[in-house]
């Protein structure tokens, strides 16, 4: 199995009446199954870019041996029209652990579920470690995300209108466009429309959400910050240090990146550091 052997398949599951669609790749007998959870705007296809081969989670996680779930998160893709009904984060929760059991059936899960997220796809991830769902949760990660905006990006939110993306967002999100594939930074191609909710999730994150769900977190967590990230500021101390209860916290700061980590020229250096993260995390549950 190889890089270029591109076998990812969509699927789409009823969960208790709502459409959830995801992007998968199994292998038989994984040494863990792998969620991944895309940021705001996006899609599942973040992970896995269209002529991007290389820079697929999907492809580098099976290659090692996961099987890796790339989810449109509640109230995107297949969902995307039940958005208005799933502002309850506890429904958003149940909903993805429900995607997990149905896309991976009776298939092999290894050692347990880890968890990947971007950006606003944190908030998510956060929930669903902080209640594994009787799953074996080996570990989380995180990235594109923080308790303190940049001060680009704060001049920029500061002068927005309500219920609109800023004007100027878009180039902080793509900066540097060195930094990512020629086309790929318009981002169109696993381009996704936010469902309502998350605004509220937005207002509320870095002063309310984030310290009180990781506080909450029980596995070990991995927390990556672009060396070009404009959003937020380079503030992994004070990230590590809101996980009190994790038994293990290791950041990283990934050179020659932007805050689109999995679809950047780096994509691939990323995945790997992060899939070696997790195998740790499965070796750490065998002992």
């Known amino acids: 199995m190889t890089l270029d052997d591109d076998r990812a398949v969509r699927c789409v599951v009823d969960v208790d009446g709502v459409p959830m669609s995801a992007l998968v790749r199994d292998v038989a007998d994984p040494r863990a199954v792998i969620v991944a959870l895309h940021g705001g705007g996006a899609t ?6 269209p002529g991007q081969p290389r820079s697929s989670l999907l492809n580098a996680g099976a290659a090692l041996g996961f099987t890796v779930v790339a989810l449109d998160r509640p109230g995107y893709g297949g969902s995307g029209p039940d958005g208005a009904h799933l502002a309850s984060p506890r429904r958003r929760t149940e909903l993805a652990y429900g ?10 899960r290894g050692a347990g579920l880890f968890v990947l997220a971007h950006s606003a ?15 074996n949760l080996l570990g989380l990660e995180l990235s594109g995300t923080g308790l303190r905006y940049h001060p680009l990006a704060e001049d920029i939110l500061g002068n927005g209108e309500p219920g609109k993306r800023p004007s100027g967002l878009r180039s902080l999100l793509w900066h540097p466009p060195r930094l990512y594939p020629g086309g790929v930074a318009l981002g169109l191609r696993f381009a996704g429309a936010s469902p309502g909710y998350e605004g509220e999730v937005v207002a509320h994150w ?7 769900l990781a506080a909450r977190v029980r596995v070990p967590v991995h927390f990556t910050v672009a060396d070009h990230e404009v959003i ?3 503030d992994a101390g004070a990230v590590a240090a809101l996980f ?5 916290v290791v950041t990283h700061e990934m050179t020659e990146s932007g805050h689109n980590l999995s679809v950047g020229r780096s994509a691939l250096a990323y995945h790997l550091r992060i899939l070696s993260f997790v195998e740790e ?4 549950g065998q002992g």
């Open 281 to 284: 995390c499965v070796l750490a």
């Open 99 to 108: 995607a997990l059991e149905r896309l991976l059936g009776t298939g092999g």
């Open 244 to 248: 009190t209860a994790s038994p293990r």
């Open 44 to 49: 599942a296809r973040y992970f896995h870019h």
């Open 206 to 212: 870095t002063e309310r959400d984030f310290p009180a």
């Open 121 to 135: 796809g944190c908030e998510l991830a956060l929930r669903m470690a902080g209640d594994g769902h009787g799953w």
């Open 232 to 234: 937020w500021r380079n």
